[in-house]
């Protein structure tokens, strides 16, 4: 069975929606920049800005004979039901979690900037190359995780903490 490829037209970002207006950078084709394949070598943009279409299927209609509505665009963004596939969601063990909330917690729930060793990594790099994730997975799960890890941290102390203020001033 052969596995069908996506392909990726002209760039559609509109470079001028903040002025409320549309203007396009005229890139015709993705190029993918780098091994993710996910940002565009000719014009920067996210693969997510150009049009995507399935080389096996018939070609799309001219834009010049059935102009766009805002019913069309709201259909074909979302899933209808073809076969495309899910994104495969991020598993972790135990152990990888308890070691990303500690560290995590060590360097503050922020992404310091380092210098790199040489084997081009920082601390960052080295922590998630010993648990075996990648950097970006390890950021997003830290993005993911500082609000529920610092508010159950944050709780207990604050309330340890008032009540310490209420004891001092019972004193006064």
């Not at 084709?29 to 014009?43: K, Q, Y």
């Not at 963004?77 to 990303?100: A, C, H, L, P």
């Not at 993005?143 to 009540?163: F, R, V």
Request: aromatic content about 8%; some cysteine.
């Amino acid at each position: 069975m052969e596995e069908k490829k996506e392909q990726y037209g002209e760039c559609l970002r509109n470079h001028a929606a903040s002025l409320g207006s549309y203007a396009t950078d005229g890139c015709g084709e993705f190029i993918p920049a780098d091994e993710s394949g996910l940002i565009c070598a000719a014009c920067g943009c996210h693969r997510n800005f150009h049009r995507k279409f399935d080389p096996m299927s018939t070609p799309v209609p001219s834009l010049a004979y059935s102009p766009a509505t805002a019913t069309d665009s709201f259909e074909s963004g979302g899933t209808n039901g073809s076969n495309k596939k899910k994104r495969v969601r991020t598993k972790f063990t135990e152990e990888q979690k308890d070691k990303m909330m500690d560290f995590a917690e060590s360097i503050g729930w922020k992404v310091p900037r380092e210098e790199v060793d040489e084997d081009g990594l920082d601390s960052i790099g080295r922590f998630c190359r010993d648990i075996g994730v990648t950097r970006t997975v390890f950021k997003v799960w830290m993005h993911n995780h500082k609000n529920s890890a610092s508010s159950s941290l944050t709780t207990g102390g604050g309330a340890a903490a008032a009540a310490a203020q209420d004891g001092s001033n019972a004193d006064q």
